[in-house]
């Protein structure tokens, strides 16, 4: 039983670093992909003021505005996938925690009931050692009044 319980132990222990894993390279992503949703805003920003400075290069900057907006739009449609992912993986590490704690509970209730059962043992090993004691008194005791009796 321990055994198993050791190894349920191990196998969540793997599953939850690994899962922690996943959360880092996911928390990763994020940042970078959040890092390139600024600069895309940045250069929005930059191109709406290019149009109002330069309106002979409108159809431009108009055209370059258009694409960065779609790239904005892929790059916040990957970021929200990444957080739901996120909160998906931070639910199954939840989850594994729990797990893991309902694990460690049954292997310390396993092992008080395993002292419980030695503590008993020994005790039955003390209270059998005394009656042996006690025979063996009572044999030399006995042995003592035989060997009396055969020399009168």
């Known amino acids: 039983v321990r ?5 349920e132990v191990e ?3 793997r ?6 894993q996943m959360q880092r390279e996911v928390t990763t ?8 949703a600024e600069a ?3 250069q929005v920003q930059q191109l ?15 055209k370059d505005l ?4 779609e790239k904005n739009s892929r790059m916040q449609h990957l970021l929200d996938e990444s957080r739901e992912s996120e909160v998906k993986y931070q639910q199954r590490i939840q989850e594994l925690e729990v797990d893991f704690k309902e694990s460690m509970q049954r292997e310390e209730e396993a092992m008080e009931a395993m ?5 008993k043992t020994r005790e039955s090993l003390r209270e059998a050692g005394s009656k042996v004691k006690a025979l063996e008194k009572a044999v030399g005791e006995a042995t003592r009044g035989s060997a009396d009796l055969v020399r009168k």
Not at 3 to 7: G, I, P, R, S, W
Not at 29 to 36: F, G, N, S, V
């Open 3 to 7: 055994k198993a319980l050791q190894e």
């Open 11 to 13: 196998t969540k222990e």
């Open 15 to 20: 599953q939850l670093k690994e899962l922690t």
């Open 29 to 36: 992503k994020l940042e970078a992909m959040t890092t390139r």
């Open 40 to 42: 895309l805003d940045s």
């Open 48 to 62: 709406e003021a290019t149009n109002k400075d330069l309106q002979e290069r409108y159809d431009r900057s108009e």
């Open 66 to 69: 258009r694409h960065s907006l």
């Open 115 to 119: 002292e419980d059962k030695y503590e």
